[in-house]
C-alpha cells in the first residue's frame, strides 16, 4: 500500500486540481511571443482569457482549490467508474489485469466536459457573457455548449465546415443546449467572409476556425476565448481523472505498474497520468505511455522545439513536440488527435523520459476497440481505442515475459456518434 | 421516513426481482390458447423459453433471488444513478422537486439490458447454445446481442428491413457484439423467403420479424427465443429498478408522491413503478403515472381485453389494453413506444384503478425534452421523453393548485442514436 490521500469530497471527487510540474520541480518553457522571442505575459492574452485561468496557467502552486459551485456541477457525473475490465482481459487471455477509468458517462460523451465546466465557470465569475470557440468533428464543441449553458453564458461555435455538413449530429447536440453554430468559413467573421468570397466551396479547417473564433472574440465586447486542450490549464482541470482514479484504485489495494492514455493535443493524458507521475517522480517504478496515431506521431516522431500551436500560426509559440504548424495529418476517424503538436508540459516529461509514447495504426485500433466492446459492452470513441491498443500491447508483451502487470486505461470517452466510423471498419474499409 | 428495506449488496443492487402481484393479492388473468381458449401451461412454451424462465413468468414467489454471477454482470453499470433535476426544476419554474433514475448508463444506453442479461443466464444455465429474436429500432436486440455475448451464447437478430436500412448504427453495435443481424423478411426462414418471393420489396414490421425469429428458433435444435418487454418474467427483470431508486430516495430521507414511467410493451414502467405499487397498495398515497404516445394511446383508449401480443396472432391470447392486434401505430420516433398490447400486470393494475395514464403528442415530447437536455446535459431516448412530459405536467399542475409535489420518473435510456430526430424536431419538421 502506498501513501496515497488526494482530497476527496464525501462522495469522492477531489477537491483541487493538481498541477504536476512545480510539485516535481520541473520548469516549463513559457510561450513567446513570436514577434520579439520574448515571454508573452498574462496582459499579452487577458484579450482572450479571463484572469483567473491565466493565473491558472503560469501559476506555481501545487494543488488548486476546485469551487463549491463547480464541484456540484462535476457531481452531476464524477466520479467517474473505475473498472476492472475481466472480460476483456478473458478475451486478450492475458494474465495482466486491466483496469479502465471511463470519462464517457459525462452526458456530453466525454472527458473534455472536465475543463469546459471549469473554463466556463471562471468566465462567470469574471463576468463574461459570451464564449467564442472553434470545433473539429464537435466533441469539445459539445461541452463547451453545454457548460456555458449549465452557467449561462452565450456559446458561439465555429465548427469546420465539412464537418458541420457530414457529422451532424453533434451540431444537433450544440444546438440542443442552445448554441449558436457556424460553419466555418462562416460569414460571421471578415475573415470568413474574405475566405468564402475568394474560395466559395473551402471546406474549412481546426485553424481556419481558430482564426474566425479569435476574430469573433477580440470584436465582440464581454466575449472571451475558449480552448479544449494544450494550454496548462487545461491539463490541470483534466487532473481530477487521475486522481479520482488514484483514490479508486487504492480502496482496492492497487497500484499500477503501467498508465495508459490516448494522446491528441495532451489534456486526457494529463488528466489520467499526472498525478500517477508523481509517484514516478518519488522513485516508485511506474511506465507511463501516451499512444498516439501512426498517422499523426508527434511525440514519437515529432521534434521538440518552439513552434506555433495553429497551423495559421496566430499563436503564441510554444515548446513542444511537433511535426510542423503546417503539417495536415490524415484525415482518420479519430480526429481529436489529429494535431501537429503536443502539450508543453507533456511534452517536457516526454523530453526528460519521465513518460513514453508508442504510434498505432488506425487498423488495430479499431480491432482491439472491437474486442472491447464485445467483452465490456461500451464502444470505445476512436482515439481512446488508442489507448486500449497500448494497454493490449502492454499485456501482451508481459504475457510473452512471464510477467503478470496491472495496467490503468483512461476511456476517454464513447463512440456512439462514431457508428460510422465503425460500420466502415466491419466492412472492411478500415485496416 | 418509511421502512423501506429492499436487499441490496454491498454496493446497492437489489439481490431479488420483486413479483408484485403476488405480493398484494392480485390475482394475474393467464394467457389462453387461442384454439382452445384454455389456460396454456409451460410445456407449451417450453420450446420457446427455458424452464427457469418459465417458472419465473408463472411464479407466485415474491421475491426471487438473482444468481450471483448475474449479479455480478450488473454490477458493470449499476446501481445506476439516481439524481435530482435541480436545473430542469429552474428551466420549469417549478416549486416541486423532479429526481429522474437514469438507466442511459448502460452500456448498451437502455434498460433493456436489465432483463437481456437475466434471459441471456437463464438460458446459459439450461445449456442453450443459441438465441433467436426480433427487433425493430434495435434498442432490444443491442441489448440481448451484447448480453449474450456476455455469456456465450450466439444471438440470431431479425430486424425490420426498413430499420435495417435507415438506422444502420444499432446493427452496426449488434455487429460488433458478435450478433447476426438479417433484414427481416430475410432469406433465413421459410416464412422469410416466401414473403421475399411474393413481395420483393417488403419493407418488413415487428409482426413478421417475430414470426421468423419463432421459425428460427423451432427449426433449430439448442435454439430459445427471448422477447424484450410484455412478459411477466421481463417485467420481474426491471423491478431492479424501482428498488433501486426506492433505497437511493431512502437515502435522501425521500418518498415521492408521484412515481412516472413511459410505456410501450410496460417493462421500463413496471421496472420502475411495482416497487412503488407495493406501498400503495398498503395505504400509502403516491400517484402512478404511465406516459403513452397519443399517437399510440394503448392504455388511455385501447380496450381490456383478451388479445394477441403479435400482429400476426401467433402468440397465445393475453388479457391486456389493446388497441386491436391489427392496428399498426404512426410511425413516431418513439419506436419503442409502438405496440398496440401492453403488459397484462400493467393492465391489471390499470384496470383496478392503482395507476394512472396519460398520453402525449410527439411535439410535446420532443419540446420538454430539448429542454431538460439544455438543463442536465443528457439528450432522452424520444420514448423516455414521454415520461418527462408526464413529470413536467405534473409539476405544472401542483404549481397552479399552490402545491410542491415530490416527483420520481425513469429516463430508460439516452437519444444518442436518435440525434436525426432531434434534428428533425430543431428544423421544425416534428410538431
Same mark, same amino acid.
Given at each position: 500500500?502506498?501513501?496515497?490521500?488526494?482530497?476527496?469530497?464525501?462522495?469522492?471527487?477531489?477537491?483541487?486540481?493538481?498541477?504536476?510540474?512545480? =510539485?516535481?520541480?520541473?520548469?516549463?518553457?513559457?510561450?513567446?511571443?513570436?514577434?520579439?522571442?520574448?515571454?508573452?505575459?498574462?496582459?499579452? *492574452?487577458?484579450?482572450?482569457?479571463?484572469?483567473?485561468?491565466?493565473?491558472?496557467?503560469?501559476?506555481?502552486?501545487?494543488?488548486?482549490?476546485?469551487?463549491?459551485?463547480? *464541484?456540484?456541477?462535476?457531481?452531476?457525473?464524477?466520479?467517474?467508474?473505475?473498472? $476492472?475490465?475481466? $472480460?476483456?482481459?478473458?478475451?486478450?487471455?492475458?494474465? /495482466?489485469?486491466?483496469?479502465?477509468?471511463? @470519462?464517457?458517462?459525462?452526458?456530453?460523451?466525454?472527458?473534455?466536459?472536465?475543463?469546459?465546466?471549469?473554463?466556463?465557470?471562471?468566465?462567470?465569475?469574471?463576468?463574461?457573457?459570451?464564449?467564442?470557440?472553434?470545433?473539429?468533428?464537435?466533441?469539445?464543441?459539445?461541452?463547451?455548449?453545454?457548460?456555458?449553458?449549465?452557467?449561462?453564458?452565450?456559446?458561439?461555435?465555429?465548427?469546420?465546415?465539412?464537418?458541420?455538413?457530414?457529422?451532424?449530429?453533434?451540431?444537433?447536440?450544440?444546438?440542443?443546449?442552445?448554441?449558436?453554430?457556424?460553419?466555418?468559413?462562416?460569414?460571421?467573421?471578415?475573415?470568413? $467572409?474574405?475566405?468564402?468570397?475568394?474560395?466559395?466551396?473551402?471546406?474549412?479547417?481546426?485553424?481556419?476556425?481558430?482564426?474566425?473564433?479569435?476574430? =469573433?472574440?477580440?470584436?465582440?465586447?464581454?466575449?472571451?476565448?475558449?480552448?479544449?486542450?494544450?494550454?496548462?490549464?487545461?491539463?490541470?482541470?483534466?487532473?481530477?481523472?487521475?486522481?479520482?482514479?488514484?483514490?479508486?484504485? =487504492?480502496?482496492?489495494?492497487?497500484?499500477?505498474?503501467?498508465?495508459?492514455?490516448?494522446?491528441?493535443?495532451?489534456?486526457?493524458?494529463?488528466?489520467?497520468?499526472?498525478?500517477?507521475?508523481?509517484?514516478?517522480?518519488?522513485?516508485?517504478?511506474?511506465?507511463?505511455?501516451?499512444?498516439?496515431?501512426?498517422?499523426?506521431?508527434?511525440?514519437?516522431?515529432?521534434?521538440?522545439?518552439?513552434?506555433?500551436?495553429?497551423?495559421?500560426?496566430?499563436?503564441?509559440?510554444?515548446?513542444?513536440?511537433?511535426?510542423? /504548424?503546417?503539417?495536415?495529418?490524415?484525415?482518420?476517424?479519430?480526429?481529436?488527435?489529429?494535431?501537429?503538436?503536443?502539450?508543453?508540459?507533456?511534452?517536457?516529461?516526454?523530453?526528460?523520459?519521465?513518460?513514453?509514447?508508442?504510434?498505432?495504426?488506425?487498423?488495430?485500433?479499431?480491432?482491439?476497440?472491437?474486442?472491447?466492446?464485445?467483452?465490456?459492452?461500451?464502444?470505445?470513441?476512436?482515439?481512446?481505442?488508442?489507448?486500449?491498443?497500448?494497454?493490449? @500491447?502492454?499485456? $501482451?508483451?508481459?504475457?510473452?515475459?512471464?510477467?503478470?502487470?496491472?495496467?490503468?486505461?483512461?476511456?476517454?470517452?464513447?463512440?456512439? *456518434?462514431? *457508428?460510422?466510423?465503425?460500420?466502415?471498419?466491419?466492412?472492411?474499409?478500415?485496416?
Amino acid at each position: 500500500m502506498y501513501c496515497i490521500t488526494p482530497k476527496l469530497t464525501a462522495t469522492g471527487i477531489p477537491t483541487t486540481y493538481y498541477n504536476l510540474l512545480p =510539485d516535481i520541480g520541473v520548469p516549463g518553457s513559457p510561450p513567446l511571443d513570436p514577434a520579439t522571442q520574448q515571454p508573452v505575459g498574462p496582459d499579452k *492574452l487577458a484579450a482572450l482569457f479571463p484572469m483567473a485561468l491565466l493565473e491558472q496557467e503560469m501559476s506555481s502552486a501545487v494543488h488548486i482549490p476546485i469551487p463549491e459551485e463547480l *464541484l456540484e456541477a462535476y457531481a452531476d457525473y464524477r466520479p467517474t467508474p473505475l473498472r $476492472r475490465a475481466r $472480460r476483456f482481459e478473458k478475451a486478450l487471455g492475458t494474465r /495482466s489485469a486491466i483496469y479502465y477509468k471511463y @470519462e464517457g458517462v459525462s452526458p456530453v460523451g466525454s472527458h473534455k466536459l472536465n475543463t469546459a465546466l471549469a473554463q466556463a465557470y471562471y468566465n462567470r465569475e469574471a463576468g463574461v457573457k459570451r464564449i467564442a470557440t472553434e470545433t473539429g468533428a464537435g466533441q469539445w464543441g459539445t461541452a463547451l455548449s453545454y457548460a456555458c449553458r449549465t452557467f449561462g453564458i452565450a456559446c458561439n461555435v465555429y465548427m469546420v465546415k465539412v464537418s458541420y455538413h457530414q457529422k451532424p449530429f453533434r451540431r444537433t447536440m450544440m444546438e440542443l443546449y442552445g448554441a449558436s453554430v457556424h460553419a466555418s468559413p462562416s460569414q460571421e467573421t471578415s475573415y470568413g $467572409r474574405s475566405l468564402s468570397a475568394a474560395h466559395p466551396d473551402h471546406p474549412g479547417s481546426l485553424g481556419v476556425a481558430i482564426s474566425e473564433a479569435i476574430e =469573433d472574440t477580440v470584436t465582440h465586447p464581454g466575449t472571451k476565448y475558449a480552448l479544449g486542450s494544450v494550454l496548462n490549464h487545461v491539463l490541470l482541470h483534466q487532473t481530477i481523472i487521475g486522481q479520482e482514479a488514484l483514490a479508486q484504485l =487504492d480502496t482496492l489495494g492497487v497500484f499500477p505498474d503501467v498508465v495508459v492514455g490516448c494522446h491528441g493535443g495532451g489534456s486526457n493524458f494529463a488528466g489520467i497520468a499526472f498525478p500517477f507521475a508523481k509517484h514516478k517522480a518519488n522513485g516508485k517504478e511506474i511506465e507511463i505511455i501516451a499512444a498516439e496515431p501512426a498517422s499523426c506521431p508527434t511525440l514519437t516522431k515529432g521534434e521538440f522545439r518552439y513552434d506555433h500551436g495553429d497551423t495559421a500560426n496566430l499563436t503564441p509559440l510554444m515548446k513542444m513536440y511537433t511535426l510542423g /504548424s503546417g503539417v495536415v495529418p490524415d484525415p482518420i476517424h479519430a480526429g481529436g488527435l489529429r494535431y501537429h503538436g503536443a502539450a508543453p508540459q507533456v511534452s517536457e516529461l516526454l523530453a526528460r523520459g519521465m513518460i513514453a509514447a508508442r504510434a498505432y495504426p488506425q487498423g488495430v485500433t479499431f480491432e482491439v476497440a472491437r474486442t472491447f466492446a464485445g467483452a465490456e459492452g461500451i464502444i470505445p470513441a476512436p482515439e481512446s481505442a488508442h489507448a486500449i491498443a497500448a494497454a493490449a @500491447e502492454v499485456a $501482451r508483451e508481459a504475457d510473452a515475459a512471464g510477467k503478470a502487470r496491472t495496467i490503468l486505461f483512461n476511456l476517454s470517452g464513447h463512440g456512439l *456518434l462514431d *457508428l460510422g466510423a465503425y460500420q466502415d471498419f466491419l466492412a472492411g474499409k478500415i485496416k
